[in-house]
């Protein structure tokens, strides 16, 4: 679904990824892990066209998307969920839901599987984004890039900050949108118990270089847990 070969990022003069390649295959949960600072979000970025990647080449889906504007990103499929979430702290939830669907040129009706994956975007369907909690509003921000109806679903540390119940939540509503639509999903993590549990591939990132990769089954947690703080 998601193929990366040989991708160089840099923001100005400083290169952060050391060419990378990685592959999503279609209708799996990927995870990458790593340590702060060691270029997670950069990948996610570069996958979006948010930086420069004068070298190698991204594929969606056998589509090369490498030197798209980000807008023909999203268009071609791609569901981003930034870290830190981004949601209009000052429209409802339904307006934060509806300005996902008009962004695609898509009907302004919310899924009613968006609803019945997270009960309470429509208990708190009027209520401003910004007074949710830190999790109810990452269930926001998923349920956003969900009603574009993407091929992939990518994530940006989506446990960040919330608190345990609703990482659960959130984990079992990956792994059912996952199971029940086949949705392919690509998640960057640093809590890797979370992606122990919720994918079906894992890799681990050093310093712009990806240095481990496993099937989730298969993966040797303590070696990656030494990875990640080492
Ligand atoms: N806008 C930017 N301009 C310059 N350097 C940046 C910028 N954003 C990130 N960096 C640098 O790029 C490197 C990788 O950052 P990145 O945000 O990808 O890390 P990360 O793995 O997502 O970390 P974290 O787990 O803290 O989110 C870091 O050294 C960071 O300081
Ligand atoms: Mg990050």
Do not use: W
């Amino acid at each position: 679904m998601l193929k990366i070969l040989g991708l160089d990022s840099y923001y100005g003069e400083s290169r952060i990824l050391n060419g990378i390649s990685l592959e999503v295959p279609k209708g799996e949960i990927v995870g990458l892990v790593g340590r702060n600072g060691v270029g997670k979000s950069t990948t996610l970025k570069s996958i979006m066209g948010l930086v420069k990647t004068p070298k190698g080449t991204i594929e969606l889906d056998g589509l090369d998307i490498t030197h798209m504007p980000t807008y023909e990103r999203a268009c071609a499929g791609i569901g981003y969920v930034p870290q830190g979430r981004d949601i209009f702290p000052q429209m409802t939830v339904q307006e934060n839901l509806e300005l996902g669907l008009i962004s695609h040129g898509k009907s302004a009706k919310i899924p009613d599987y968006i609803y019945d994956l997270f009960p309470i975007l429509p208990k708190f369907a009027q209520r401003r984004g910004g007074d949710l909690s830190g999790g109810q509003q990452q269930q926001l921000a998923i349920a956003r890039a969900l009603v574009t109806d993407p091929k992939i679903l990518i994530l940006d540390e989506p446990t960040e900050g919330i608190q345990p119940s609703i990482i659960e939540d959130i984990g079992t509503a990956i792994k059912k949108v996952n199971k029940e639509f086949g949705l392919t999903v690509f998640l960057v993590e640093q809590y890797l118990d979370f992606i122990l549990k919720n994918t079906t591939e894992i890799h681990v990132m050093e310093k712009g270089v990806i240095v481990y990769e496993s099937k989730t089954d298969n993966a040797d947690a303590s070696h990656i847990q030494k990875l990640m703080t080492s």
